[in-house]
């Protein structure tokens, strides 16, 4: 018989306060995901490169470029336009944000855990 080992799905998460990036690795990492984290937007297409996540989290208030600079930065390139990206913040304006940015979706902070959760199962087709 033959058994195929199922990939683990890749997320990205950037963002500065290490108390958000703890509690997210730890939940989805908990959940099976391969989760990777980053506290600046320095060097973004390369940490994207190097990691090839399947789904980036992006925060708005972020060091050296911010979330929306950095989201159209990604959404902007034909290499990883196609990664779906989930805008967080606490900012009131986050929809507007999101949308400006073409991130594929957002969540407010502070966020239920298990709408951030179906946010990110929806977005990796699970």
Request: net charge negative.
């Amino acid at each position: 018989m033959l058994i195929r080992k199922e990939k683990k799905r890749k997320i990205l998460i950037f963002d500065d306060d290490l108390m958000t990036l703890e509690v997210i690795s730890i939940i989805f990492s908990e959940k099976g995901y391969d989760v990777s984290v980053s506290e600046t937007t320095y060097n973004l297409l390369e940490i994207v490169d190097e990691i090839k996540p399947d789904l980036i989290i992006m925060d708005n208030w972020i060091p050296d470029r911010g979330g929306v600079e950095a989201t159209l930065l990604l959404k902007n390139s034909k290499k990883y336009s196609a990664i779906p990206v989930l805008f967080i913040s606490a900012n009131i304006d986050i929809e507007k944000l999101a949308g400006y940015s073409y991130a594929n979706d957002y969540i407010q902070k502070p966020f239920d855990l298990d709408h951030f959760e179906q946010k990110v199962m929806f977005l990796l087709n699970i």
